[in-house]
């Protein structure tokens, strides 16, 4: 009698006994009658079967009456059928004789190991089959109706019974089907009915589907045909037959006192009432209205009205006739020279006038020091880490998620190297394919014969892969794969390769098979399609019910589920799947070990066998990576894109070779050029980076990539500004003192402008040291490369760039020719200064245009709208980096995501761990994980469980498995799985389900119970090294020998439970799936440390191989706002402290950045550039370069002696900002464009988009709203301050350090006042 689990489905329609149903053979079942069997006894195997996967043998016709049982049979019967069995003081009667009853607890030990962790489907499910074997009332219910002559070995002539029908009440058969539905499977986190239903699966299985496969010979476990009647209730049978209707239990019934109802997770009659968890808070809104949008209108509306009542109210009170002025100076430095202690400032002077001197009197030998110093440091750079790892670059070494992975990983080793294939076959028309015995189906394109052979051919190259690693060694498949069921020396075969060819066992024989099938009257063929078709929706069976009689399980002795198998079909119709996935898992190792070598070794020639196959089959699509890809790719780019990045830099030299020059004539533009200049202020750059960068090395700090692309650009912006002013006050201030050398010319200047620079390149390296503060290591080591660099650039650009302009000087003052100084042309006197383009422009045109009276309030509220308008923008910006926009815009990974997201129907494993501290030993303990009858209703399991329910909030798709529930069914006595040897030399050992004998007699325990804690102890490594078996299909080896960790006393120190997420598409979701899992993980963990006899440290925690990764964007926004306001400290303060303790002047130059970061971050929005932490990166660097947007404009304003704020404004405008535009704006907008061709999206998207946006932002708030919040805010004209002493030399100064009182030598000068 057919019976257990792993068994599959009848092809026969299911059917209720009505009046013209099949009528019982007089002939062979006469008798219908209480009291009466069918048949009795054995008689050998079934002549009709070619194969079975467990021998039993077939009845013997015998329609006689029941037989006394006694003895060896009634003990048996009391323990396998106690149904049974009578009152002690009653005589019982049974069918069976003492071999049957054998056989029968035999296949109810198959069916328990499955069904036991319910009890009473267990024991109802049993029941069925006890009726049909020993029942005394047989005849009543049953028929036979084919029997087969047989000659025994001994010449007696038997009637062998093959086929029968069984009639059964339809109520009894709904609850006895209603009791099992819900049972799971804790190993595959399904459902046990998908094993016993056969192709209908959980899904489509019915009571008449459930029973017909039972009784189905072609199952490989019945061993003969049972034709299943349901009959309901009240109806009445011909022949005397009345249908099988005892009782049968809920499964939220206990069978008996012993036994305890099926759990939560078994049976939904158990369940507590679960709520719903809440779902997020929906978006705030204000009626129907956008929330965030009325309330950034309402604050816009409020600051403009309070502008325009101030403006109002101001006209409305009288203006006091402004005091006598002295007459107004030219101010055009910046800040430095601000401040109010002259004392101290007059020192700073003097002391860089001394040191200028000094530099411009010896440049060659500053040139000489500055190179030995700069090449001594940049050789640390031999020391130099470059860290590509993206765990290493975003996961802080202290962070919670990396603090879990090195658990992890210690306990479990590293996660699993995935490397997958996608084929899917675009334009090729699908099939319909009508199964003589499965029905109909609809076979998509890709599910063709020629692909299948296509993609094996495939497989077979990759499994003979044969690579020589670096160390050396040949590295086959075998050498790396995850073999879960002979880990120790796999095989090739033992390696797990999941593929829909594996429902063939990789065989191209059984792809090609066809067989002759019969259904009732119906005759063709079977060939891969009924074999396919039956095994998506039975993966774990062992033999189709088909004529081919394959097993479906893949080649390595394991199951293929068809989620993973195949992609892109419409609910469960596997058939019609659009695409078709292999995967190949490999052992994972630290990068320090040698295996990890060739790994990558195997899976770089997994590309290329891959490649080869896609070239070679033009009509696919193919998609495909290895573990080793994304690094692969990002390194790829990174090197294609530096003559991008070389373009770049080679652009913004031309501009600054070009801009520097001061040109006064044709003829001496050879002269004039300061070619060799730029490119020495380029080199001040790459060499302050450079010595950074070997610095830290020296310090041990590594380095990455985005340093490399990242700061140069920064320094050079930041650098530049300083270039240009310095060298641009010098060509202004080009007439010498009377008696005035040409170095002491140069100290003068640098006296007047490198307080400025001083200054201004201190509060950018305070802003990065503060940036150095965050714990991602990427952002860290930028901000402390970042700070140092621009420290250095600074003491190169006053020693090394002013020993350059000195020689450069003297070459313009011999007329020697620029790059080419041996030629030159003939001395000529002195000339003035140079065709200016912007200064002018902006003198003559922008400065009126933009501080005209009318247009000064438009300014104000059309900022004040972009503030407000990127307030909003910020909220609506997306958190995170898509895996896709890390890579090159050419790679063969931008198709494999898209095949990713597009196919895949389920997520990457989730493993909540547990950490040392927790008794799972104790009935306690256990209850407080497990899942099956009489576990804890909020156990581990049913936790997890309950959240898979709702996989829109938990973002977890399928329940966890769980070795704790299958080490319970392992150990339960119903079954064989746990059995001892008594007698030999293996006495007291392990007995595998597999040995027949009588020596393995004993059960582990004697009794359905939760074991001791010495048997859980000693049973535990038992079964965790169980080889799972059709006898035993709960033995743990492949499913849990890696997922529990024991030291050598037998400790439990950690132990992992799988689930599934949901498929996830965006880095969002990921995100949120993090969030949701920690926080079930802190359910559990507050739940099991309620349990008695566990550690208060004790904890759970959620792990997958992206939460690593992820991490970041919980806490990244709330970081960089810290980070970012930290930044914006050390501005205010030194600004406050540049310009004299200004206070509207310090607020001004907060305002404008802030706005500038405000109004960036909603461009972000805008032009569709994620919020992470390269962002925040760019971000940080944006403080600095509005640093040199704003101070110089705000400095320039104070020190304006121009009569009011207006003029002042005027005056700051014209002078400094076309130095500003010259020297930032259009110092980085020539590279920042070429940028835009960069194959990297990650360079077009947050180099080029992002700082394009920040330059433009910047130079727009820089050069129209400061001026006019200048305007209209700024500090009153101060009162002149006391004539500071002349010039020894006499000279009257018109640059950028005219009229400053704070620095001695300097005497005013007197320009026209500002309209």
């Given amino acids: ?75 048996l019967l009391r323990s396998v059928c106690p149904e049974l069995v009578q009152d002690a003081n009653q005589t019982t ?15 109810v030990a198959l069916s328990g190991a499955v069904l036991s962790r319910c009890p009473s489907c267990a024991r109802n499910f049993a029941n069925l089959y006890c009726h049909n074997t020993c029942s005394p009332d047989q005849s009543l219910f049953t028929n036979v109706s084919r029997i087969v002559n047989r000659t025994t070995a001994l010449g007696t002539r038997q009637l062998a019974v093959v086929e029968y029908q069984a009639y059964y009440g339809q109520e009894f058969a709904d609850a006895s089907f209603a009791s099992c539905q819900g049972v799971r499977l804790p190993v595959t986190g399904g459902y046990a009915i998908d094993t016993m239903c056969g192709r209908y699966g959980a899904r489509l299985c019915t009571t008449q589907r459930w029973l017909d496969f039972q009784g189905d010979v072609n199952n490989g476990l019945a061993p003969l045909q049972i034709d299943v ?100 100076e030219r101010h055009s430095s910046c800040c430095a020279s601000c401040l109010t202690d002259a004392r101290h400032h007059r020192l700073l002077a003097r002391g860089f006038r001394w040191w200028g001197t000094l530099v411009a009197g010896h440049p060659l030998v500053v040139l000489l020091v500055t190179a030995v110093v700069t090449g001594g440091l940049a050789a640390g750079m031999a020391n130099l880490r470059l860290t590509t790892d993206p765990v290493e670059l975003w996961s802080a070494p202290g962070s919670r998620a990396r603090q879990e992975k090195a658990f992890y990983d210690q306990h479990f080793g590293p996660f699993l190297r995935t490397n997958q294939v996608i084929v899917t076959a675009p334009g090729r028309l699908g099939a319909s394919y009508e199964s003589v015995l499965l029905g109909a189906k609809n076979f998509s394109g890709v599910l063709a014969e020629e692909v299948l052979l296509a993609l094996l051919e495939l497989q077979e190259q990759l499994a003979n892969i044969s690579v020589v690693a670096p160390t ?42 066809v067989a002759a099938q019969t259904a009732g009257k119906e005759t063709g063929t079977a060939d891969w399609r009924d074999h396919l078709i039956y095994c998506v929706n039975s993966p774990l069976s062992f033999k189709d019910i088909t004529a081919l009689e394959l097993s479906c399980m893949a080649q390595y002795g394991g199951p293929v589920f068809p989620y993973i198998a195949f992609g892109g079909y419409p609910g469960s119709e596997y058939t019609e799947a659009e695409a078709l996935i292999v995967t190949y898992s490999l052992n994972n190792f630290p990068r320090t070990d040698p295996r990890h070598q060739w790994a990558l070794s195997w899976e770089e020639k997994f590309l290329q066998v891959v490649q080869d196959f896609q070239r070679a089959h033009p009509e696919l699509s193919v998609s495909y990576m290895a573990e080793r890809s994304l690094e692969d790719e990002i390194n790829r780019t990174t090197a294609e894109d530096i003559p991008i990045f070389t373009i770049s830099y080679l652009v913004v030299f031309i501009y600054i070779a070009l801009a520097l020059g001061d040109y006064t004539a044709w003829h001496r533009v050879l002269v004039e050029s300061k070619v060799t200049l730029a490119l020495g202020g380029i080199v001040v750059v790459v060499g302050a980076v450079f010595a950074s960068m070997g610095f830290l090395a020296l310090l041990g700090l590594p380095s990455s990539l985005i340093i490399l692309e990242v700061v140069p650009f920064l320094v050079l912006a930041v650098g530049a500004d300083n270039i240009f002013i310095f060298v641009l006050e010098y060509q202004q201030q080009s007439q010498r003192a009377p008696g005035e050398t040409r170095e002491q010319h140069i100290g003068r200047v640098l006296a ?88 002018p422009l902006m003198h003559r045109f922008y400065t009126p245009l933009l501080l005209h009276r009318l247009a000064r309030p438009v300014v104000v509220l059309l900022f004040l709208f972009l503030a407000c308008a990127g307030i909003y923008l910020t909220l609506q910006v997306s958190v995170g980096l898509d895996q896709e926009l890390s ?59 309950y959240a898979s329910r709702f996989p829109n909030v938990s973002y977890l798709a399928i329940s966890a498995t769980s070795w704790v529930d299958d080490f319970l069914d392992w150990l339960n006595p119903t079954g064989r799985c746990c ?29 359905t119970r939760r074991p001791t804690v010495p048997e859980f102890q000693k049973y535990l490594p038992w079964f965790l090294h169980d080889r799972p078996t059709l006898q035993c299909a709960k033995g743990g080896l492949g499913a849990y020998d890696t997922s529990v960790s024991m030291d050598a006393n037998g400790t439990i120190l950690a132990t992992r439970f799988m689930a599934y997420q949901r498929p996830l598409r965006t880095s969002q979701e990921y995100t949120a799936a993090l969030r949701a899992a920690r926080a079930l993980a802190e359910e559990i963990t507050t739940t099991l440390r309620q349990v008695p006899g566990t550690h208060p440290d004790f904890h759970v925690f959620p792990y997958t191989v992206t939460y690593v990764y992820y991490e970041q964007y919980l806490t990244v926004v709330q970081e960089g706002l810290v980070m970012l306001a930290l930044c914006l400290v050390p501005t205010f303060v030194v600004s406050f402290l540049l310009l004299g303790t200004d206070l509207r002047s310090s607020a001004a130059t907060l305002i404008t950045i802030a706005m500038i970061l405000v109004d960036t971050v909603g461009a972000m929005a805008l032009w569709g550039i994620p919020y992470n932490a390269v962002a925040l990166i760019n971000l940080v660097a944006a403080v600095g370069i509005s640093v040199e947007f704003v101070s110089h404009i705000t400095c320039a304003f104070t020190r304006s002696a121009q009569p009011c704020r207006l003029a002042r404004a005027a005056d700051a405008t014209t002078n400094m900002g076309s130095k500003v535009v010259s020297g930032v704006a259009l110092t980085s907008l020539p ?46 004209s101060r009162v002149a301050a006391k004539e500071p002493p002349r010039d020894p030399k006499g000279q009257q100064g018109t640059g950028l350090g005219l009229g400053n009182p704070c620095f001695e030598g300097t005497e005013r000068g007197t320009v026209p006042g500002q309209g």
């Avoid at 759990?263 to 129907?288: H, K, M, W, Y």
């Avoid at 497990?930 to 804890?936: E, I, M, R, T, V």
């Avoid at 059995?979 to 009794?1007: D, E, K, V």
């Avoid at 910047?1258 to 009153?1276: E, K, N």
């Fill in 472 to 513: 050396g060694k040949v590295v086959a498949l075998n050498d790396v794969c995850y073999a879960p069921l002979n880990p120790e020396v796999p095989t090739l075969s033992d390696c797990c390769v999941n593929s829909p060819t594996q429902y063939f066992q990789n065989n191209r024989t059984h792809l090609g098979m």
């Fill in 1 to 75: 009698m057919g019976c257990p689990s792993g068994h599959h489905s009848s092809s026969r329609a299911p059917h209720r006994c009505q009046p013209g149903c099949p009528q019982a053979a007089p002939s062979l079942t006469p008798i219908h009658r209480a009291g009466y069997c069918s048949f009795y006894g054995e008689c050998g195997r079934n002549p009709e079967r070619n194969t079975s996967l467990v021998a039993s043998n077939v009845p013997c016709l015998a329609n006689s009456p029941a037989r006394a049982a006694s003895g060896q049979l009634l003990a």
């Fill in 979 to 1007: 059995r001892i040897h008594t007698s030999g030399n293996l006495t007291g050992q392990f007995c595998p389900s597999t040995t027949n004998g009588l020596g393995c007699l004993r059960r582990c325990l004697n009794a």
């Fill in 1231 to 1276: 590279g920042i464009v070429v940028l835009a061709f960069a194959k990297a999206q990650l360079i077009q998207i947050f180099f080029f988009r992002l700082n394009l946006i920040i330059t433009l932002l910047g130079l727009a708030h820089g050069l129209i709203f400061l001026p006019v919040l200048l305007s209209y805010m700024g500090p009153s």
């Fill in 93 to 107: 009667f049974v069918c069976c004789n003492l071999a049957q009853l054998y056989a029968l607890q035999l296949s």
């Fill in 887 to 945: 890579m090159p815009t050419d790679s063969y990974l931008l198709q494999y995501f898209s095949a990713l997201n597009q196919y895949l129907a389920v997520g990457v494993p989730t493993y909540f761990v547990t950490t040392e501290g927790y008794n799972f030993s104790s009935a306690e303990g256990t209850n407080g994980i497990c899942s099956s009858s009489g576990c804890a209703p909020n156990s581990l399991t049913h936790t997890i469980q």
């Fill in 229 to 328: 009647h349901l009959v309901p209730n009240g109806t009445q049978l011909p022949d005397g037959i009345a249908p099988l209707s005892p009782p049968a239990w809920s499964c939220a019934e206990a069978p008996s006192a012993e036994d305890e109802p099926c759990s939560c997770q078994d049976c939904a009659q158990s369940c507590p009432p679960i709520r719903a968890p809440t779902d997020p808070p929906p978006p705030f809104r204000l009626g129907a209205a956008d929330g965030a949008l009325v309330i950034c209108a309402l604050l816009f509306a409020i600051l403009s009205l309070t502008f325009i009542f101030a403006r109002l109210s101001k006209r409305c009170v009288p203006k006091k006739p402004p005091a006598p002025r002295r007459a107004p």
């Fill in 752 to 839: 007047q402008v490198a307080p400025s620079m001083l200054l201004c390149s201190l509060s950018e390296a305070i802003c990065f040291f503060l940036g150095a503060l965050s714990s991602m290591p990427a952002v860290r080591t930028f901000a402390l490369t970042a700070a140092v660099a621009i420290l250095f650039d600074f003491l190169l650009q006053v020693s090394c760039f002013v020993a350059l302009v000195a020689l450069d000087a003297r070459r313009q003052e011999a007329a020697r020719y620029d790059v080419c100084c041996c030629c030159g042309r003939s001395k000529e006197g002195a000339r003035g200064p140079g065709a200016r383009l912007l200064h």
